[in-house]
T-cell receptor, first 117, second 112 residues
Framework: GNSVTQMEGPVTLSEEAFLTINCTYT??????LFWYVQYPGEGLQLLLK?????DKGSNKGFEATYRKETTSFHLEKGSVQVSDSAVYFC????????????????FGQGTRLTINP | DSGVTQTPKHLITATGQRVTLRCSPR?????VYWYQQSLDQGLQFLIQ???????AKGNILERFSAQQFPDLHSELNLSSLELGDSALYFC???????????FGPGTRLTVL
C-alpha cells in the first residue's frame, strides 16, 4: 500500500540555520505530494505541493522537489526563523493508475521542528 | 484561515456516550474528508463524501458514521465512545473529489 516515511524528530536548530526534513514515499499510480504544517494548537495548513515528477513546490521560503527516481520530496529552507517552529507533515495522494477513484491523503508521522533564537 | 469551519473546538465526554462533530467546507467545495490524529496512530483518513455521497472509506470504526447534507456540511457521529477515541478530528474539503485538501482547525475530543 501507499506510505510516507519522514525523518525522525524532534529537530532543533538555531535561527538562520539551513533546514532539511527528509521524506520518502511508496505509491502506485501517479501521486501528488504535499507538505503540511501544524503550528501549536492549530490545524493543518498546506505549505506546498507538487503534482508530477520534477515539479518544485515553494512557499514562504520553503522548497521541495518531487524526485521520482529516488521517491523523495525533501523539505528545505535556507534560513529558518523562530516562527517556523511547528510540526511538519509530508503526505501523498494517489488516485491509482487509472487516475480514478476517491482521493485520500496518506501522511508521514510528522517531524517536530524547534528553532531557538 | 482555510475557510473550513469545525464545531465544537473542544468536546469532553464519558465512555459509552455519543457525540456529533460538525464541519462546514469552504464555499464551493463539494468534497469533505474526515481524519483522526492521535498520538499512537498519527494522522489517519477516516471517510470521504462528495456531493452528498460516500466516496471512500479508510480506517473508520463501525461505531463511527458520517454523512454530508444537501447544504454540503458534514457530520461525524461517534458512538459507544472508548478512552482510545480521544483524539483530534480534522475535516478537510476540496473542490471536487480530488485536488488540494484544505483543513479545518479540528475538534479535540477527550473521552474520560
Amino acid at each position: 500500500g501507499n506510505s510516507v516515511t519522514q525523518m525522525e524528530g524532534p529537530v532543533t536548530l538555531s535561527e538562520e540555520a539551513f533546514l532539511t526534513i527528509n521524506c520518502t514515499y511508496t505509491a502506485t499510480g501517479y501521486p501528488s505530494l504535499f507538505w503540511y504544517v501544524q503550528y501549536p494548537g492549530e490545524g493543518l495548513q498546506l505549505l506546498l505541493k507538487a503534482t508530477k515528477a520534477d515539479d518544485k513546490g515553494s512557499n514562504k521560503g520553503f522548497e521541495a522537489t518531487y524526485r521520482k527516481e529516488t521517491t523523495s520530496f525533501h523539505l528545505e529552507k535556507g534560513s529558518v526563523q523562530v516562527s517556523d517552529s511547528a510540526v511538519y507533515f509530508c503526505a501523498l495522494s494517489d488516485r491509482g493508475v487509472e487516475r480514478r477513484g476517491a482521493q485520500k491523503l496518506v501522511f508521514g508521522q510528522g517531524t517536530r521542528l524547534t528553532i531557538n533564537p | 484561515d482555510s475557510g473550513v469551519t469545525q464545531t465544537p473546538k473542544h468536546l469532553i465526554t464519558a465512555t459509552g456516550q455519543r457525540v456529533t462533530l460538525r464541519c462546514s467546507p469552504r464555499s464551493g467545495d463539494l468534497s469533505v474528508y474526515w481524519y483522526q490524529q492521535s498520538l499512537d496512530q498519527g494522522l489517519q483518513f477516516l471517510i470521504q463524501y462528495y456531493n452528498g455521497e460516500e466516496r471512500a472509506k479508510g480506517n473508520i470504526l463501525e461505531r463511527f458514521s458520517a454523512q454530508q447534507f444537501p447544504d454540503l456540511h458534514s457530520e461525524l457521529n461517534l458512538s459507544s465512545l472508548e478512552l482510545g477515541d480521544s483524539a483530534l478530528y480534522f475535516c478537510a474539503s476540496s473542490v471536487e473529489d480530488r485536488g488540494t485538501q484544505y483543513f479545518g482547525p479540528g475538534t479535540r475530543l477527550t473521552v474520560l
